[in-house]
């Protein structure tokens, strides 16, 4: 085969896999606690912790209960536009105002 010039050589990376280690997290965190740190690191970093426990699933239970009312209002909406088709395409209205455009 015939090649004009270089070949392009592939890009390399430098990425390094981590490992994550939940529980030596919490440990980290726990001591972190007992330092001394300010009152507004703190607070930022129970924060911090307060939604990577919720991202990672800790309260499935308010997670299910979120997902349920999430259900029951899309359903209560479904209804309601149902109610209001069936309402508009029934209603003479509608043909009053189909047969004035003809």
Partial sequence: MISFGKRTKHKTFGYIPRFYNPDKEALEHRLKQYKNITDEDLAK???????????????????????????????????????????????DRLLRMLEAFQ
Avoid at 45 to 65: A, L, W
Avoid at 68 to 85: D, E
């Fill in 45 to 91: 970093e129970r924060i911090k912790m307060g939604f990577k426990n919720n991202y990672i699933g800790v309260n499935k239970d308010i997670r299910s209960q979120y997902k349920k009312k999430a259900n029951l209002r899309l359903l209560y909406i479904i209804v309601v536009l149902l109610f209001v088709t069936y309402f508009i395409m029934t209603s």
